[in-house]
């Protein structure tokens, strides 16, 4: 069975380590099983160059099927397809919704992507590859009083100057049609904030970008 890939439609401040960030991939985990709305949710840990902290990506979300079961779309491919592009992956969901691989047929996933994208072999003792590009901002808090969390929106850009212009390029118009919802000074200094989240960007439901 072939992979089902659907065609493409279009639909910084406070701390150093926010904005545009060069990072490298040192894992890959399949959390999909934790959630009953999410057929994908993979969890790219990343490692953000000179800071200490690593960073969650997450692709998560459900598909879109018809009467008989199969594939038919769902916003989440968009998302898969353009990072699995980045890093040259050649792998993705066929109709019945499971992970292939085009050359090589069925796969698990995380074994795959750990075994050729992850920087896992010498990390932490040496640096990865920070061969990548992420956004990493405060999100808006969505009530008073809670507090600002980073995020990373969930999409990498090639570690080039080309790289670097493109994803800043999306992340200003994401902000400017309120995609993208960034924390103010003032949520930040009256909120506080954290180094970790476990809260899955309001990305999972957009389709642009």
Known sequence: MSIFRPQSTQSSGG???LGV??????????????WDWADIYLT???KIEGSEY????KIAGSLEHDNDGNVTGGSVLNRLYKLFDVIDCHAGINLKGEWEHA????ID????????FANTDNFPDDEPKYDYLAYLYKKQPKRTGSKAYTEVWPKLALNTSAGRQSLTSDMNFLKRKGYLKEATEDDVSSNGTVERTTEVSEAAGIEAL
């Open 103 to 106: 050359d090589d047929g069925p």
């Open 54 to 57: 690593e960073r969650a990506l």
């Open 44 to 46: 790219l840990t990343l």
């Open 109 to 116: 996933i995380v074994d795959h992507l750990n075994e050729n």
């Open 15 to 17: 701390s150093k380590f």
């Open 21 to 34: 960030q060069p990072v490298g991939i040192i894992g890959f985990e399949d959390e999909s099983d934790k």
